[in-house]
T-cell receptor, first 115, second 110 residues
Framework: EAGVAQSPRYKIIEKRQSVAFWCNPI?????LYWYQQILGQGPKLLIQFQNNGVVDDSQLPKDRFSAERLKGVDSTLKIQPAKLEDSAVYLC?????????????FGEGSRLTVL | DQQVKQNSPSLSVQEGRISILNCDYTNSMFDYFLWYKKYPAEGPTFLIS?????DKNEDGRFTVFLNKSAKHLSLHIVPSQPGDSAVYFCAARAGNQFYFGTGTSLTVIP
């Protein structure tokens, strides 16, 4: 089965510019997560979707970050305008709720560098 | 507030010996605990998990132990191999939410 797909893998922008990341989860996985991982830290949840609805976006900086999953499949995370502290790896993960363990499956991540 | 903690940023072990990675948590509502392995420039991959009602789960060279009274879990890798060199993240689940530790970088010396 195909894994979680993310693009782009790498992006370098200047502060105040905008950037968008795309994620396509594993087929059949209703739950999709976006995590931010800053160097030396663990993944931190930004937003969680169940199908096309938002379950938790309490840690999403909504003044600059937005995310959508319009058809309940792929998702886009946008940052506008970017700040230096947004430099991080943005990880997308999906989960099949039907499994008792229900572990997360991660994509390879999108590394953002803000100059 | 960090609900899952990995207090050792790094660990070095000789090939063939045991690697023990530790993790502490604070929330009694966590129902599953998971370990993920991450190589550079790749996403984390699931390694092994344990239910909160168990105290041990084994999968080949990997064993996870859970001590609920101490709110502590550990991952044992026996024998350690150079290919095990990676960053290991401990994670805990409450419902649909997952909380991650800061990771331990394991180096297995040939």
């Amino acid at each position: 089965e195909a894994g979680v797909a993310q693009s782009p893998r790498y992006k370098i922008i200047e502060k105040r510019q905008s950037v968008a990341f795309w994620c396509n989860p594993i087929s059949g996985h209703a739950t999709l997560y976006w995590y931010q991982q800053i160097l030396g830290q663990g993944p931190k949840l930004l937003i969680q979707f169940q199908n096309n609805g938002v379950v938790d976006d309490s840690q999403l900086p909504k003044d600059r970050f937005s995310a959508e999953r319009l058809k309940g499949v792929d998702s886009t995370l946008k940052i506008q305008p970017a700040k230096l502290e947004d430099s991080a790896v943005y990880l997308c993960a999906s989960r099949y709720s039907g499994r008792i363990t229900g572990e997360l499956f991660f994509g390879e991540g999108s590394r953002l560098t803000v100059l | 507030d960090q609900q899952v903690k990995q207090n050792s940023p790094s660990l070095s072990v000789q090939e063939g010996r045991i690697s023990i990675l530790n993790c502490d948590y604070t929330n009694s509502m966590f129902d599953y605990f998971l370990w993920y392995k991450k190589y550079p420039a790749e996403g984390p991959t699931f390694l092994i998990s344990i239910s909160s009602i168990k105290d041990k789960n084994e999968d080949g060279r990997f064993t996870v132990f859970l001590n609920k009274s101490a709110k502590h879990l550990s991952l044992h890798i026996v024998p350690s191999q150079p290919g095990d060199s990676a960053v290991y993240f401990c994670a805990a689940r409450a419902g649909n939410q997952f909380y991650f530790g800061t990771g331990t970088s394991l180096t297995v010396i040939p």
